[in-house]
């Protein structure tokens, strides 16, 4: 993934998430997990312009969720299924993801 590649690359140590709020309502989320090239799948992002040009991206699909998650001012008040895409995400770019915003306004942001 583009994301881990980043962390590793600059040395991130924690992440914010944005927007997670408008994801509310699908029945399916996706995450791109891998990329494949000439049919290999390569489980890391190549920085490398010809790579790039001929990979597809490989996406995994999760259960979506219900409801309106603006009110959540904390990590334990989202839906299972937010939580789960949220720990999903945090495992494939290997860092924590320490705040998460539900909503436009300034307190609409949980930390972690």
């Not at 924690?14 to 494949?36: F, K, M, N, P």
Request: proline letters at 5%; a neutral charge; hydrophobic letters at 40%.
């Amino acid at each position: 993934m583009a994301v881990r590649y980043s962390v590793d690359l600059c040395g991130v140590t924690a992440v914010a998430l944005t927007l997670i709020d408008v994801l509310s309502g699908l029945d399916h989320v996706q995450i791109c997990s891998g990329y494949r090239s000439g049919g290999t799948r390569l489980d890391y992002f190549r920085a490398d312009m010809d790579t790039l040009a001929t990979v597809e991206p490989i996406y995994e699909t999760m259960p979506g969720w219900r409801g309106n998650i603006s009110g959540c001012r904390t990590f334990e008040e989202l839906p299972p299924e937010t939580q789960r895409y949220v720990k999903r995400l945090e495992h494939l770019i290997g860092a924590p993801i320490r705040m998460i915003s539900v909503g436009p306004d300034r307190m609409q942001t949980i930390m972690r």
